[in-house]
Structure formats: structure tokens, C-alpha cells
């Protein structure tokens, strides 16, 4: 059973080099199991989706991309600024056939210039408008968006700056659009999801982005640890290697035993094991304290681990259904 059963909007943050993309992709396979229709969203520019699921660059245009297992399908978006910009004037101004007017006139990247703020707000606005597609009829399009997002450095800015755009304008097109956007991201029916490794400086990043999101009122999902990787040495051998009290006896016995070459000298193959023995238990007790540091946060913990062949849609797969046993879906 999922975690999050109110949720239709699934933001997925982290620090740079956590595999954030491959995460969202991931989860919107196991959202879309069971006959569901997700729609993965891209705001970034960088076609990752496009990559992962090893299909052409995406346009502004909604795509399959994937069936889940069991049913279920995963629609993908690489949201463009210039063409959300049209398509907000002419849903809001009645402004249609105008793109090739405003790209002469450079009148796009002078919005956007003059008012930095503009572009997230366009691209939170896409996402809650697919969020909120068909609803009124009483069948939304999409059972759940999930939304590729800018890294956690930046994503609580990201997330509010529709509110604080909205808070400049009194009456209006801008005012309805902010209190419509702000009305789905800062409720029950939006989780942010941060990605982070079990490494300091990603745990620290995460670790803040959980207590700006709270200060600011936005919907905390959960902590997802990517990559993770399981110990080579049994508890006690990771006490033995940390204190530097490995059997090098029972080592050489086993260096001894595999007949190597008699150029190859036993004492250097020991010393080798030995050291490469005291590096992994040093990496498994910073990666423990690094957990427990994230344990001590309220957020559900979901952990992915770490896949040796690279990703592909096979690994999507597993990682999607990973996501499903442990409650993300």
C-alpha cells in the first residue's frame, strides 16, 4: 500500500550526482502499476529522460514512453520555457499566433530576463495543469505527476516562487494562476521527494532542504538513498578492519591456498587485502552514521541500491518495483 495515497503531484529533488532523474523515472513506473497513467515531467533542459528511456530528444509534447508490468502507463514531457510562455499568454490573454511575433521581437528571453522568476513559474504552472486536467469532468487525465525538479539547493525557491510573483499582483490573470498553483503545491496533494547519497555532503544538503521546506510550509515527502551499497565483510571482520585487527594469518592461509603466480610476492597480496579491508570498513561506518543522521528526521527512508550493469529499462524496472515494496507506491 502506497505512503502517499492523497498525492497527485510528486516533485523529486537532490544534490547534483544522486541520480535524482533516474529516481523519478523509476518512481513513475511504479506509480503507473495497475493500470494507472503517469505523466514524468523534465524542467531542466537536459533530456535525461529522453536518455534513461533510450527514446529521441522529447518536444513540448506529451510522449509514451513505458507500460508498467502489470499495466499502467508512463507518458513523458520535456517542458520548454519559450512554448509554456505562448501557451500561458494564450490561455490567459487570448493571445494566439503571436510566437513568431514575440521571438523577433526577442520578446521571450526579455520576459524571462527581467523577471528570472517567470520561468519556474511557467514550469510549475505546467505541472499543476496537468495535475488538474480533467478533473472538473471528474476524470483527471493523469493519476499522478511526477516532476524531474531542479536540485535541493534550489527547490524550495523553485516551489514558492509562484506565491511570491503572485503576492505582486492584487487582481488578475497572474494572481488566479499563483493562488491555483500554490493552492495544489503547498497541499496534502503534493510530495517533494529528496534523493541523496549516503555521503556527507548529500545528507547535509538533504537534511537542510527538509528544514527549508518546512519553514516555508511546503510538503516534505521522502528521503530516498540512492545507490546504495551493501558491506563484502561480515560485522565482526568490519570491527576487525576498522581497529586494524584483521587475522592476517587466516588472510595469508587464504592468499597461500589461491596459488598464485610465485612471481606475485604474499606478503604484498596482504598488505593489499589488508588495506583495501581498513578503506571499506572506514566507508561503511561513515556510510552508517550518515544514515542514522538521516534517520532522525520524521520522513518515510527508502533505499535503492546500486546497479552494478548501469541503468537501463531493465534497471528502471527493478528499481521501480523496489519503490512499490517498500511503500513509495
Request: proline residues 5%; without cysteine; negative net charge.
Amino acid at each position: 500500500m502506497s505512503d502517499w495515497p492523497a498525492v497527485r503531484l510528486h516533485v523529486v529533488s537532490g544534490k547534483g550526482g544522486t541520480g535524482k532523474t533516474t529516481v523519478a523515472a523509476a518512481l513513475a513506473l511504479a506509480l503507473a502499476s495497475g493500470g494507472k497513467r503517469v505523466l514524468l515531467m523534465e524542467v531542466e533542459g537536459r533530456q535525461g529522460i529522453a536518455q534513461l528511456f533510450d527514446t529521441a530528444p522529447l518536444p513540448y509534447e506529451e510522449r509514451l514512453v513505458a507500460v508498467a508490468p502489470d499495466g499502467g502507463e508512463v507518458f513523458a514531457l520535456a517542458v520548454d520555457t519559450e512554448a509554456a510562455l505562448l501557451e500561458y499568454l494564450e490561455m490567459f490573454y487570448n493571445i494566439k499566433r503571436a510566437g513568431s511575433v514575440l521571438r523577433k521581437v526577442g520578446a521571450i528571453d526579455f520576459a524571462t530576463t527581467i523577471a528570472p522568476g517567470l520561468r519556474d513559474v511557467l514550469l510549475t504552472g505546467k505541472a499543476i495543469e496537468a495535475v488538474k486536467r480533467g478533473e472538473r469532468s471528474g476524470e483527471p487525465v493523469y493519476d499522478a505527476v511526477v516532476m524531474d525538479a531542479p536540485p535541493t539547493g534550489r527547490i524550495t525557491r523553485f516551489l514558492n516562487v509562484t506565491g511570491e510573483v503572485g503576492g505582486l499582483a492584487k487582481v488578475g490573470p497572474i494572481r488566479s494562476q499563483s493562488d491555483s498553483v500554490m493552492g495544489v503545491i503547498a497541499s496534502k496533494r503534493t510530495a517533494v521527494h529528496l534523493v541523496t547519497l549516503l555521503e556527507e555532503m548529500p545528507v547535509q544538503e538533504t537534511l537542510d532542504g527538509i528544514e527549508e521546506l518546512k519553514a516555508d510550509k511546503l510538503p516534505v515527502g521522502a528521503v530516498i538513498v540512492n545507490m546504495m551499497r551493501k558491506p563484502r565483510l561480515s560485522s565482526t571482520e568490519l570491527k576487525d578492519a576498522l581497529a586494524g585487527t584483521l587475522d592476517e594469518a587466516n588472510i595469508r592461509a587464504g592468499v597461500q591456498a589461491a596459488s598464485l603466480p610465485t612471481r606475485i610476492s604474499a606478503d604484498s597480496v596482504v598488505t593489499a587485502l589488508t588495506t583495501e579491508a581498513s578503506e571499506h570498513a572506514q566507508r561503511v561506518d561513515l556510510e552508517q552514521a550518515e544514515r542514522k543522521r538521516l534517520g532522525a528526521t520524521d520522513q518515510p527512508i527508502y533505499e535503492l541500491p546500486e546497479m552494478n550493469g548501469g541503468i537501463d529499462l531493465g534497471a528502471l524496472y527493478a528499481l521501480a518495483r523496489l519503490l512499490r515494496q517498500q511503500g513509495a507506491a
